[in-house]
């Protein structure tokens, strides 16, 4: 059952949400790589699924009524991944890098409208400019809506609402292209209802983390 969402990062390292494996064990957990239509034999590259050797959940990750705190995990591969047209690691940005006003790419399976049943079969990008965090506080409070954005989360997405992460997308990448190379800017996290008016998208800030997620990659 595809769960969440989650990026390449290394031959044997895939960054995803704390929130989709703090509680899952290392042999309950696949990753699929190199799909594109889920359950689909007919496209030209093929998807390829791996175990999982080890999970690291970032040391301050914290379940929360609001947005879920430091929500970051790096999973561990059982064995190395060959690098191919359809496959192959995202950048991660340099330390304390903030990206505003930009825009970046969400990409998942998830759901197409808030509380939805129903998923794509094929995988869905929209595009959407990161925003100051105060900003996005002030956007949630006009809704009735009192969330902290805290210095390890990033907000992107329009005050008119349309384009969105949502249910289903948690784990999966906010990427950003510059010079010619994405980079992993964000992991979809949290948010109230999905693409509404005045309640961007939530997202794990890799920049804040980046020197520990690099550490992860080393210690397993």
């Known amino acids: 059952m595809y769960r969440c969402g989650g990026s390449l990062i290394s031959r044997r390292h ?3 949400a704390g929130h989709c494996v703090a509680r899952a064990q290392p042999r309950h957990v696949r990753v699929t790589l190199g799909d594109y239509v889920i359950n689909s034999a007919a496209e ?3 998807a390829y699924t791996f175990g999982v050797r080890g999970i690291k959940v970032h040391p301050l ?4 009524p609001q947005a879920d705190r ?3 995990a790096v999973l561990t591969l059982d064995r190395n991944v060959h690098y191919m047209p359809h496959i192959a690691p995202i950048c991660l940005p340099e330390r304390g890098s903030d ?13 197409l409208s808030p509380g939805s049943r129903l998923r794509p079969r094929t995988l869905q990008a929209v595009d959407v400019p ?15 809506i009192n969330v902290v954005i805290y210095p390890e989360m990033l907000c992107a997405g329009y005050r008119g609402g349309g384009k969105d992460s949502c249910q289903g997308d948690s784990g999966g990448p906010l990427m950003l292209e510059r010079a010619g190379r994405w980079y992993l800017i964000g992991v979809v996290s949290a948010g109230y209802s999905c693409a509404s008016r005045g309640q961007p998208g939530i997202y794990h800030r890799v920049a804040h983390t980046v020197d520990w997620i690099s550490h992860a990659t080393t210690q397993s």
Do not use: I, M, S
């Open 14 to 16: 895939v960054v995803t």
């Open 44 to 46: 030209p590259l093929p």
């Open 61 to 64: 990750f914290k379940f929360t």
């Open 70 to 72: 430091f929500d970051v």
């Open 99 to 111: 990206f505003l006003g930009q825009y970046g790419w969400a990409a998942g399976w998830g759901a």
């Open 130 to 144: 990161v925003l100051d965090n105060r900003v996005c506080e002030r956007w949630h409070r006009a809704n009735g």
